[in-house]
């Protein structure tokens, strides 16, 4: 079945099994690899990415409720080439990662959350974000959503 949509700005038209969790086609057809499978049943947040501006769990998301959507990986998450998105930049000011695996679901969940709430604190955090991290970075991914936040905000009000 040819599924059309939309992934990082960029028109796709695909054949393939409507019933492929989107996250199998963004990292096998379109050659996306940020967005991760972890767990495959939307428990761990690895394969986090947004559709139509909305957070969702990509391996429990079959491709076909992707037709006609925008759908944003974190390699799409900057809007401007040239320029960082806040969370990029706050995530290499707190030198977030270990290994690295869980990061890009975590970042896609970050940028959701300061869209939605100004000033995160880390109540804030803890109650919208819960992707596993199993190298335990969660206290600099906390530091760093804060900063990111400030950076939004810096960037906004120099506009
Ligand atoms: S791989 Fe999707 S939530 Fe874990
Ligand atoms: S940095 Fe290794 S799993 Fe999170």
Known sequence: M??????NGKAVELDVDPETPLLWVVRD????????????????????LHIDGDLF??????VKYAEGKEVTTLEG??????????????????????????????????????????????????ANISNICRCGTHPRIIKAIKRAAQIKQAKTSSL
């Open 77 to 126: 998450l900057s809007e401007d080439e040239e320029e960082l998105h806040p969370v990029q930049q706050a995530w290499m000011e707190e030198n977030v990662p270990q290994c690295g695996y869980c990061q890009p679901g975590f970042m896609m969940a970050a940028a959701k959350l300061i869209e939605e709430i100004d000033e995160p604190d880390t109540e804030d955090i803890k």
């Open 29 to 48: 057809e379109l050659k996306l690899k940020a967005t991760k499978y972890g767990c495959g049943r939307s428990m761990c947040g690895a394969c986090s």
């Open 2 to 7: 040819k599924i059309k949509f939309k992934i």
């Open 57 to 62: 769990r990509s391996c429990s998301y079959p």
